[in-house]
């Protein structure tokens, strides 16, 4: 009998992973390619298009290669994608610059004065918030500096675009993707033509926006045969990697909260409609017409804890310094540690806020430092958290994935502070699965997103103490105190 087989493509932002499923969601291969990242001038960050295009070929045709898929076993690719990624297209659909990707902080200033004067208006409107990530203060930025890739564009894309232009020929953009540029009305699915104004470019020199579920057909053949595949296997556009890292743990429905803490992190959640935060403290963006994730991400997650490594000149590994902070009761011996050490997005969204230990005597030492940091990461989403249930109430689930939850401390924190049950995925492709049901769902081969639910590894649940959390309660008033001051005064 032949298999039925389906691959998430995941466009990273370090990496292209190419994933091969069976339809249960069990791991049959996968290829990973590494991204290079390039720093022109301080605060700026770009990567190369056509290496990333390269790649994904690559880690296609190692996956089919391996699984060894015959005529038939493969029913459909699904794509996710980093957001915020921007690249200056000519006519021919050829790249005029490198990819701005979602950390390049070169438009600065003007996200800053336009948050001041319209950015509050646009903010209401597409939902994303006003920072130096999202591509409408990018092309500002481009636009006031005369930049050259910028005036010689035909198009302005992200990387999913350019990779389907070149493969299929076609110039198409999935809500949730549109979504996240910062100029798509939530309330209308279109181009919203104030933002487009101020970005100072054409409806003409965007895409077209379809559903998360668009099939694509007849890749470009001399591509196909590299790849080794046909080129009538359907591609399913799929949607970013937030809203498929949340579909692909089964976090969808209303209350079900994921939380992804690398060296980044973020929380999410579905809603209905596309209610936006007032106080501009969480991005709203589309995923269906009907349904869209909320959610804060913070720049802040392992890397706080990799720069208190290197402060610290620890030799040790990254286990071996979490350990330490076993020794400290919760509260770090009154330590408070604001995590913006890489600026800030959510909840502050400005790139110029700094990090801060609070509270630091003669008698502290290394231990009380790492849990400090430990609290202070965990402090953060919680403070996201709570914005997140002024749209959408209490959270029901939290599931959490990423590399800190390879510290148990770490998870039993979370656990304590947020004062619930933290569910543990045993897998590391939630978004690379969630491409995958999407494009399972786009070809009919699945009824329902709903329906990833049957087909999701097994969890473990770790429990929250208490006590601890009435402990944290009481810090974290303190903890929003200081960040809410340093907000306003030092940033």
């Not at 809203?243 to 959640?269: C, D, H, K």
């Not at 994730?293 to 620890?314: E, H, M, S």
């Not at 990254?318 to 959510?346: C, K, M, Q, W």
Request: negative net charge; proline residues 4%.
């Amino acid at each position: 009998m032949a298999r039925e087989l389906v691959i998430g493509l995941d466009l990273g932002t370090t990496s292209v992973k190419a994933v091969l499923f069976d339809m249960s969601g069990s791991l049959v291969a996968e290829s990973e390619q590494m991204i290079d990242t390039f720093h022109p001038q301080p605060g700026w960050a770009e990567q190369d298009p056509t290496q990333i295009e390269a790649s994904c070929r690559q880690a296609l045709k190692e996956v089919t290669s391996e699984a060894e898929i015959q005529e038939g076993e493969l029913t459909s690719i699904g794509i996710s994608a980093a957001m915020h990624s921007l690249i200056c297209l000519d006519e021919q659909d050829n790249p005029l610059t490198n990819m701005l990707i979602w950390s390049d902080g070169r438009s600065s200033s003007q996200a800053e004065k336009l948050l001041h004067t319209k950015g509050m208006e646009i903010y209401s409107r597409t939902g994303t918030p006003i920072h130096p990530m999202s591509p409408l203060n990018k092309l500002l930025w481009m636009k006031e500096n005369e930049y050259e890739g910028y005036q010689n564009a035909s198009s302005y894309v992200s990387m999913k675009e350019y990779l389907l232009k070149k493969w299929y020929g076609e110039r198409v953009i999935d809500y949730s993707m549109a979504s996240a540029t910062g100029m798509y009305n939530l309330e209308n699915h279109a181009w919203d033509e104030e933002a487009m104004e101020i970005a100072g470019i054409r409806k003409e020199q965007l895409s077209q926006i379809v559903a998360p579920t668009h099939v694509l057909r007849g890749m470009d053949r001399v591509i196909a045969e590299e790849i080794g595949i046909s080129p009538e296997t359907p591609l399913v556009i799929g949607a970013a990697d937030g809203q498929l890292a949340n579909l692909g743990n089964g976090s969808i429905l209303p209350g079900e909260v994921n939380v992804s803490v690398g060296t980044s992190g973020a929380i999410r959640q579905f809603i209905r409609g596309g209610k936006v935060n007032e106080k501009h403290e969480t991005f709203t963006y589309a995923f269906t017409e009907d349904t869209s994730i909320i959610g804060g991400p913070t720049n802040n997650g392992g890397i706080a804890l990799q720069w208190l490594k290197d402060l610290l000149d620890f030799q040790g590994t990254h286990d071996e310094l979490t350990s330490l902070a076993e020794e400290v009761e919760p509260g770090a011996d009154g330590v408070i540690f604001l995590p913006y050490v890489n600026g800030e997005r959510a909840p502050l969204w400005n790139q110029n806020a700094k990090g801060n230990f609070y509270g630091l005597s003669i008698g502290h030492r290394k231990p009380q430092l790492v849990r400090a940091v430990l609290e202070g990461i965990t402090f953060n989403l919680y403070q996201i958290g709570k914005s997140l249930e002024e749209i959408a109430g209490e959270s029901k689930k939290i599931s959490v994935n990423g590399g800190l939850t390879k510290s148990p401390l770490w998870v039993q924190i979370m656990a304590d502070v947020f004062g619930k049950e933290i569910h543990l995925s045993d897998t590391h492709h939630n978004a690379a699965w969630g491409a995958a049901w999407t494009a399972l769902v786009g070809v009919g081969k699945v009824d329902s997103f709903e329906a990833i639910k049957g087909n999701i590894p097994s969890e473990k649940a770790v429990k929250p103490n208490m006590e601890n959390h009435q402990k944290y309660m009481k810090i974290y008033e303190k903890y929003e105190k200081i960040a809410e001051d340093i907000s306003i005064h030092f940033v």
